[in-house]
């Protein structure tokens, strides 16, 4: 039995890793009950701190280069042993079928072990849908963690990644958490060092915007052929924030966003919308400011987050587990 869950388009590619070890990959927790081993982890949200978007390309996608960042708004998943595959969520409605990306992780690692995918799965869903901020990627990579664990099957570096490309190309970013570039399609992940924690203010609209949508304005604007910068602008600047290329082809699939984006820079240092939106990042925001934004958009929901350094987003996808852990059974 299938209930809710969230979509993301299914991208075959290959993850560059960029030398980090297989030590330093999140590996989840587990919790011992007198009837079940029910393990547990967070699912963190991301951000875009700059998007650049080039061609399109043959096979459909177009060549990105991003810096993401994990932030401290997070889904929660449990599992435990079952006789078939139950995925249910709690929270924040999300899509369910074929598009339920833990339902798809789950199946997509037991088809790559060989095996039955037996799962009960619980999502309590707490980042907005269809705002860029990557939640159906974070659940699906978690997923991933949870049942290598339960299933006693740790898949190679390179077998978990491939597994992960297959969902969707930011799944592989969450193999790593923290500040990393990302380039391809979505699927190269460089990890950079983290720079000192900030403190953000999310404002989401009561609505999502799809992302093919977005892409495809995009490409009607630009004919599919605009060029990458050779650098981020943020590597050249003292801003945290910087460029999103699909900031005009958003404007034009929901135009509610331009008030959005007024009444925000109106508060904040800095403003931007992280990949497709509708999610707006907003810098240096005071109480006051805060307050504002709830009375001129009542129907938003507002978040007050942190960045999470790449330590930080395994400790709360690990929860005090990792490579010492052995199953009790």
């Known amino acids: 039995m299938i209930s809710q869950e969230s979509t993301v388009e299914s991208r075959d590619s290959k993850l560059t890793r960029a030398?980090?070890?297989n030590?330093?990959?999140?590996t989840p927790n587990s919790q011992l009950t007198t009837s079940s081993m029910i393990l547990n982890a967070e699912a963190p949200a991301k951000i875009n701190r700059e998007l650049r978007v080039g061609r399109w390309r043959a096979d459909g996608f177009h060549e990105i280069r991003s810096r993401f960042c994990t932030i401290d708004l997070a889904d929660r998943l449990d599992v435990e042993d079952a006789e078939s595959l139950e995925v249910s969520c709690f929270g924040i409605p999300v899509p369910d079928g074929d598009d339920n990306l833990v339902a798809r992780a789950a199946?997509?690692?037991a088809e790559e072990l060989g095996i039955e995918p037996r799962a009960r799965i619980r999502l309590e869903k707490?980042?907005?849908?269809g705002a860029g901020l990557g939640g159906g990627s974070a659940d699906a990579a978690v997923t991933l963690f949870l049942l290598s664990r339960l299933w006693e099957a740790p898949l190679p570096e390179e077998d978990l990644t491939r597994v992960a490309a297959r969902l969707g190309s930011d799944v592989p970013f969450f193999l790593f958490g923290g500040e990393a570039d990302v380039g391809g399609r979505g699927e190269r992940v460089s990890p950079r060092e983290d720079p000192p924690a900030r403190e953000l203010l999310l404002l989401v609209p009561p609505f999502s915007i799809a992302t093919a949508d977005v892409y495809a304005a995009y490409s009607r604007r630009t004919g599919g052929a605009a060029r990458l910068p050779e650098r981020l602008e943020i590597d050249t600047t003292r801003n945290f924030l910087g460029p999103n290329d699909l900031i005009s082809a958003v404007l034009e699939i929901q135009g509610q966003m331009a008030d959005y984006l007024r009444s925000a820079r109106q508060?904040?240092?800095?403003?931007?919308?992280?990949?497709?939106?509708s999610a707006l990042v907003l810098c240096d925001v005071s109480s006051d400011g805060e307050r504002d934004l709830a009375r001129i958009h009542p129907g938003a929901s507002l978040h007050r987050v942190r960045t999470l350094g790449r330590e930080d987003y395994r400790r709360r996808t690990t929860q005090g587990g990792g490579p010492s852990w052995k199953s009790p059974r």
């Open 19 to 21: 030398g980090v070890p």
């Open 23 to 26: 030590s330093q990959l999140p």
């Open 107 to 109: 199946k997509g690692l």
């Open 126 to 129: 707490r980042i907005p849908a």
């Open 267 to 277: 508060v904040a240092s800095e403003v931007g919308i992280t990949g497709s939106g």
